[in-house]
Nanobody
Framework: QVQLVESGGGLVQAGGSLRLSCLASGRTFSSSAMGWFRQSPGKEREFVAAISGRGAVMSYSDSVKGRFSISRDNAKNTVFLQMNSLKPEDTAVYYC????????????????WGQGTQVTVSS
C-alpha cells in the first residue's frame, strides 16, 4: 500500500511560481513512476507530468512544457512539481499519483492517488 500526500498549493498571481511536493509512504517509491494530474471545475482530470522511478525519463503535457518541471528525491520519498510562469488556466486541484513500471500519461494506469492540493492563479 502506498499513501501520497501533496502540499505546496496556494494562491499566486499570473506569472508567479509555485512548487508542489508529494510525499510517499512505502518502500517501493524508487521503483514507482510518479505522475502529476490536475482537474479544474467542470473538466476531466488531465495529465500534467510524469517521471520514471530513477528520474531519468520525464514526460509533460503540451500545455505545461517549458513552464513546469518534475523531479524527485528518492532518499526523501518525494516528488516535486516546479511551476513557473503560471497562468489563470493552470488553476486546478493538482493530484499526485503512483504506479509500478514505466511512466504513463493515462490516469487509469495509476493505482495510488493523493487527495490533491488546490492551485489558484489570479489574473
Amino acid at each position: 500500500q502506498v499513501q501520497l500526500v501533496e502540499s505546496g498549493g496556494g494562491l499566486v498571481q499570473a506569472g508567479g511560481s509555485l512548487r508542489l511536493s508529494c510525499l510517499a509512504s512505502g518502500r517501493t517509491f524508487s521503483s514507482s513512476a510518479m505522475g502529476w494530474f490536475r482537474q479544474s471545475p467542470g473538466k476531466e482530470r488531465e495529465f500534467v507530468a510524469a517521471i520514471s522511478g530513477r528520474g531519468a525519463v520525464m514526460s509533460y503535457s503540451d500545455s505545461v512544457k517549458g513552464r513546469f518541471s518534475i523531479s524527485r528525491d528518492n532518499a526523501k520519498n518525494t516528488v516535486f512539481l516546479q511551476m513557473n510562469s503560471l497562468k489563470p488556466e493552470d488553476t486546478a486541484v493538482y493530484y499526485c499519483a503512483a504506479r509500478s513500471g514505466i511512466i504513463r500519461q493515462l490516469q487509469v494506469d495509476y493505482v495510488y492517488w493523493g487527495q490533491g492540493t488546490q492551485v489558484t492563479v489570479s489574473s
